[in-house]
């Protein structure tokens, strides 16, 4: 049975993923390898934030109730969009306004910094259970330094790319056809300017799905698909001939925040959405 709260005008299911083990029911060891991690349905909730009443938060903490040698195991967080029957994801502009609460330090500024957390990924991506892998996915956006926290790892290696990249925009899979390694085709490496971020740690990410196109942008602060910049600080369109995802009618939009075992600063990690638009059709 589902177990659903209401958030930014939508449905979101909170129990996909397997129920968090007990010691009666440690983790089964056959689950598929997106579902890995320990995730806990109350770790995704609807907060106020500011003028939004109804913001979707996702927090990674030390509260599975599983242990292992004696220490709480990380629990993670993610949110399924819950459309109504006879409705399906469609081609159009996916818009979401994001924040770190605490702000961005922890992300921006390089995974070989002092301080940062490599090992903690947010993510925002359509995807598809019934299909075979790479299950349809298009990463709206992936914060996150991947756990790639050492000198000349791929994160920093893309071509003409950042040096200090600290998210992507990707549509799967990111490493194409040479497991491992990143087609730059299918992955793009972006750096946020924390300068350029205001006080309510807000960044809006778009991207713009057509069946001949694939363009993901970013701007600094919040924006509607009819108020965000034509311009943005920050835009990728897919290389032509690269394979775009279609919609299905077993498509949904995810929203997750997970880490490689746990946080590397050790602290809590909450995101919020604070606003959110899909294309849909019935």
Request: proline letters at 10%.
């Amino acid at each position: 049975m589902s177990s659903t709260i209401n958030a930014l005008g939508y449905s979101w299911i909170t129990n996909s993923q397997p129920a968090p083990c007990t010691v009666a029911a440690p983790p089964a060891p056959n689950l598929p390898y997106y579902n890995s991690n320990l995730w806990l349905p109350a770790n995704v909730e609807t907060v106020i934030v500011g003028s939004v009443t109804d913001a979707l938060q996702l927090t990674l903490a030390q509260n599975s109730g599983c242990y292992w040698q004696g220490t709480e195991i990380w629990a993670a967080a993610q949110a399924v969009l819950d459309l109504p029957s006879g409705s399906s994801l469609t081609y159009g502009k996916i818009v979401a306004t994001i924040a770190p609460v605490g702000g961005w330090a922890p992300f921006i500024g390089g995974c070989t910094e002092e301080g940062q957390d490599t090992s903690t990924t947010f993510g925002i991506f359509t995807f598809d259970p019934s299909a075979s892998a790479p299950f349809n996915e298009i990463d709206i956006v992936e914060v996150g330094y991947q756990n790639q926290n050492q000198a000349g790892s791929w994160i920093n290696a893309q071509p003409n790319g950042p040096i200090t990249s600290d998210a992507q925009f990707c549509v799967q899979p990111w490493d194409g056809t040479t497991p491992g390694t990143p087609s730059w085709d299918n992955v793009n490496r972006i750096s946020l300017d924390l300068s350029l971020i205001p006080t309510s740690n807000e960044v809006t990410f778009m991207v713009d799905w057509q069946s001949d196109s694939l363009t993901f942008n970013a701007a600094y602060g919040k924006y509607t698909a009819a108020t965000f910049p034509t311009t943005p600080p920050i835009s990728w369109t897919v290389p032509s001939g690269t394979a775009i995802p279609a919609p299905t009618a077993t498509m949904s939009l995810y929203i997750n925040l997970w880490p490689y075992g746990g946080p590397t600063t050790g602290d809590t990690v909450q995101f919020v959405v604070t606003h959110l638009e899909v294309p849909t059709i019935n």
